[in-house]
């Protein structure tokens, strides 16, 4: 059976998904780190930092716990082109015994949160050492200007009668010292019948705020504070929810949800308690029974109310007394909300015999998997003893496994006979509503036979466990519906979710009968793959197009799959409509064959406005497919197609990119989105701006005959921006005219989480930006790196910085960074020089960064005021992080600072004390010909 690369063609959502399923944390923990490539196993642990005003705070997100799952990508520093990547939780360790130590690399962290919203790329240079590396992350949400965010919070356990009205409450910004005016708090009572109060403000500017809440003590005649004092951080389009617990409280744990969830308004929320004595006595044991299927040292159920929130009184299993939790105390806590119901037989928690059958449901929510894999999350209780599980945040369960068999025997929990699902109920469960996307799995333990026919909205996967072993270890599914296809993967017109569906190892058979669809029909926004060995046969479409697959806008991949034996009246085997794109990765063995088209493409149809990759590459694996409409037997192609994972470009379209004989446009290779890797066959002029969002390389195909990608005419913008997440690494390539050419724009710009990296032979030369600042790059939020590349001849006459120009992001509150590992900017050859106003070489605004650690050089540049090297703001900073060779010099300034011209004294970190001795041999027409800094 082929291994299959997952991580080629699935979203990022999913993919993370699958890692969660596959690599479960026990404790926090990953296995422990072995020794491997002669003991220099590299590892990294992520330190996910607050960012926090200091005291007390209230967000919507943003600690490890509020993660979901975690990407890490090292990238070797000095050679952009090696890189490594693991998935796992926050609180993986990541092993990587494939890399040497002791060198600089290049950690990219990318974390998705339980809401589905990814965070980052968050960026940074490390030398990592053997053993365990612990990498410092801040994930922050977006504040814009003008963005707006709302907040609820709500005070329990109340020392006082709530009923009172008489409060001092302020709300005041941090920024502006504006105090916002709040409604007054509203005392209600939950269905258990604890009182609490509650604030709320449902429109703020996005930022940070201190709230003072008191209550009048009719005693003292005095204030006194029901909330401390508290920050509360407001970011773009999010509920910044906060919880308390004062006075008493013991034995109490509380649940807020993060986000408004009327769904989950008057279900059950189950809580179960081991102390921290409990758990690691469980731990250290390790031969007693699943931690699921201990009994607890505190249980308890409650309704929660409308909006989802509600208390939980905590009692002992066996006799139902109270059960005193201790202040400021650690405990292992498993909560789930009952989302369908399925624990409505308990109704006295606290006398049930088999605690593992309190465990969640697809669909439910709880804390991510935890009653998959047998751990529980660690909640701390607070200064009274609540357990606040609204700081844990319980998600949808994400992932639910379901073993199936012919006949029902049990509920599809587990693999032996007595626990076998029928396929139906399984599909049924993927086919219900959810409140985020997740992961259906779904093994099929003997073949099946089905009439039914299913909408997923759930993420789902369909795998063979055959116990026989028999030659031919795949289950088939056989299908004898004939009115409508078997599976529609469409969106959730509820939750809009685009699901998933995986096939491994798997056949659907059509039965040989004639039906008026196709077996499977993907929606626009959803996704089907055939995977390893799996196989759709025997199928004949009377009424329509695609005998196999009909794709309406979806995605499709074929990995390790067949299709045979279907007949259609375009598409025998797959249709795909305007809008959907099939991306072949065949492997020997697989085959697209023997199917039949009444019109055109016996083996594949694609229309106008779709689009194909991999097409050149899979042709060997079509054969006797047939077609009435002659030249179609396999493709009938009238839409776009390109080949997979790297591509050959020309200045015209010839082919599909498979080879340098049938090279495709560059438009078409960065728009394809699983080509990682271009080669450029020639030079290529380009009439209108290029945009790079994703990860792509650019290298020439010949490194000794480095190629140009230049502007072609008048561009209405930069010759390429790179942004929304963005990774352009250049290597052997020239950006920009081999003379100088005047435009309104930076040659590249790079905005907001958008990167570049100059690699050995890249440049970005002569251009001169006549209308504003930074002649060669513009780096907006976003990251420049220069690893043996360089930029040269490019200038800004009317503004800074002629060949960097580094801008802080107001938008994204984002800064910009420089890092110089080794390479040029600028030399003392004639033309190759840079120019500006001031900052000829780099202009260093506030609040963005330059560094330097490797043999960089910034030569012969020039400025007709100050800082001919480098010119650095009050509140930028540079940082020379070596003692290498690198040097700023034959710079000129018109005034001071040939080499460097320093704003602010403080914005000079030398690590190493080699600037001075660096920057040499500039010249200025004042005082200072290397370096101006203040007193």
């Known amino acids: 059976m082929r291994i299959l690369n997952v991580s080629r063609f699935l979203p990022l959502t999913v993919l993370f998904s699958l890692v969660s399923c596959f690599n479960p944390v026990l404790d926090g923990k990953t296995e422990s780190v072995q020794a491997g490539n002669d003991g220099k196993t590299v590892a990294v642990k992520i330190d996910f930092a607050s960012a926090e005003t200091s005291g007390r705070s209230i967000r919507p997100v943003m600690l490890a716990k509020d993660i979901s799952s975690v990407e890490v990508k090292l990238t070797v520093a000095l050679n952009t082109m090696e890189s490594y990547t693991r998935y796992g939780t926050p609180l993986s360790e990541f092993v990587f015994d494939e890399i040497a130590p002791d060198i600089a690399y290049i950690i990219s962290v990318t974390c998705m949160d339980y809401e589905g919203r990814q965070h980052g790329p968050y960026a940074v240079t490390l030398d990592l050492t053997t053993g365990v590396n612990t990498v410092p992350v801040t994930v922050t949400p977006t504040r814009t200007v003008g963005g707006t965010g709302s907040f609820e919070i709500a005070a329990y356990n109340l020392p006082f009668d709530p009923s009172l009205t008489e409060w001092s409450i302020t709300l005041t910004s941090i920024d502006t010292g504006t105090a916002v005016e709040i409604p007054t708090p509203s005392a209600m009572t939950d269905p258990s019948g604890n009182p609490y109060v509650s604030l709320y403000n449902t429109s703020l500017a996005s930022g940070d705020y201190r709230l003072e809440a008191r209550y009048l003590d009719s005693v003292s005649g005095s204030y006194r504070p029901f909330i401390p004092d508290t920050i509360v951080k407001i970011y773009d389009d999010r509920i910044t929810k906060g919880l308390f617990g004062l006075a008493g409280g013991s034995g109490t744990a509380v649940y807020m949800p993060n986000e408004t969830a009327t769904s989950i308004g008057g279900k059950r929320l189950f809580v179960k308690v081991l102390s921290r004595d409990s758990y690691l006595a469980w731990q250290s044991g390790q031969s007693g029974p699943d931690i699921a299927s201990l009994v607890p040292d505190a249980v308890g159920v409650a309704t929660l109310d409308a909006m989802g929130a509600g208390s939980v009184s905590l009692i002992v299993p066996g006799t139902g007394a109270p059960y005193a939790t201790q202040k400021n105390t650690p405990y292992f806590v498993a909560a789930l909300i009952d989302k369908d119901d399925s624990l409505s037989s308990i109704v006295d928690v606290s006398s049930v015999s088999d605690y593992s059958v309190i465990k969640a449901s697809y669909g439910d929510y709880s804390f991510e998997s935890a009653y998959m894999f047998g751990y529980m999350r660690l909640v701390s209780s607070n200064d009274t003893g609540v357990l606040n599980l609204s700081d844990e945040y319980l998600a949808p369960n994400l992932t639910v496994y379901y073993y199936v068999g012919a006949a029902a025997k049990g509920d599809g929990s587990g693999s032996d006979i007595a626990n076998l699902c029928t396929l139906d109920s399984a599909l049924a469960s993927a086919a219900l509503s959810t409140e985020t996307s997740g992961m259906v799995m779904i093994y099929l ?491």
């Open 445 to 935: 333990t003997e073949s099946v036979t089905t009439s039914a026919s299913y909408a997923l909205s759930a993420n789902a996967t369909i795998l063979s466990m055959l116990t026989n072993y028999a030659e031919d270890s795949r289950a088939v599914i056989t299908y004898t519906g004939t009115t409508s296809p078997f599976l529609t993967v469409a969106q959730d017109p509820v939750t809009y979710n685009y699901p998933s569906l995986m096939m491994t190892n798997v056949i659907l058979d059509g039965a040989g009968l004639s039906r008026t669809a196709s077996l499977v029909s993907v929606s626009s926004g959803a996704s089907f793959g055939l995977l390893s060995d799996s196989l759709i046969r025997n199928s004949t479409n009377t009424s329509g197009n695609g005998g196999a697959v009909y794709l309406s806008g979806g995605n499709m991949t074929v990995n390790g799959g067949s299709i045979t034996g279907c007949t259609a009246a375009n598409g025998g085997a797959v249709y795909a409509a305007s809008g959907a794109n099939l991306y072949l990765q065949m492997n020997p063995g697989d085959a697209i064959s023997g199917n039949t088209a009444t019109g055109e493409g016996g083996g594949v149809y694609l229309a106008a406005g779709s689009s194909l990759y991999g097409y050149s590459a899979s042709l060997p694996y079509f054969a006797s497919n047939t077609a009435a409409t002659a030249g179609t037997e396999n493709f009938a192609l009238y839409g776009s197609w390109i080949s997979s994972y790297e591509a050959y470009v020309a200045s015209t379209r010839i082919g599909d990119g498979s080879s340098e004989d049938y090279p495709c446009s560059l438009e078409d290779a960065l728009n394809a989105v699983n080509v990682y890797t271009i080669y450029l066959v020639e030079d290529i002029p380009v009439s209108s701006p290029l945009t790079v969002a994703r990860t792509v390389s650019i290298n020439s195909l010949n490194p000794l005959t480095p190629r140009t990608i230049y502007p072609n005419g008048t561009l209405t913008g930069s010759l390429i921006t790179v942004s929304g997440n963005g990774y352009l690494n250049l290597s052997d390539v020239f950006i920009g005219s081999a003379v100088q050419t005047s435009s309104a724009y930076p040659l590249v710009s790079v905005m907001f989480n958008g990167t570049v990296s100059l690699n050995t032979g890249a440049f970005v030369r002569n251009n001169s930006n006549t209308a504003g600042n930074g002649g060669g790059l513009l780096v907006k939020g976003g990251t420049a790196m220069l690893s043996g590349g360089g930029i040269k001849g490019c200038s800004a006459p009317n503004g800074n910085g002629g060949a960097v120009y580094l801008e802080y992001d107001s938008a994204s509150f984002s800064s910009s960074t420089l890092n110089l590992l080794s390479g040029n900017i600028g030399s003392s050859t004639t033309g190759d020089d840079n120019s500006a106003l001031n900052g000829g070489g780099v202009y260093v605004t506030a609040q963005n960064s330059m560094s330097i650690s490797g043999a960089a050089s910034i030569a012969g540049n020039t400025v007709s005021a100050y800082g001919g090297g480098v010119f650095v703001e009050t509140g930028g900073t540079l940082s020379v992080l070596t003692s290498d060779s690198y040097s700023i010099t034959e710079n000129t300034a018109g005034l001071e600072g040939g080499g460097a011209y320093f704003e602010d004294a403080g914005s000079l970190t030398d690590s190493y004390g080699s600037f001075n001795a660096s920057c040499t041999g500039n010249t200025a027409e004042g005082q200072f010909p290397n370096i101006w800094m203040p007193n």
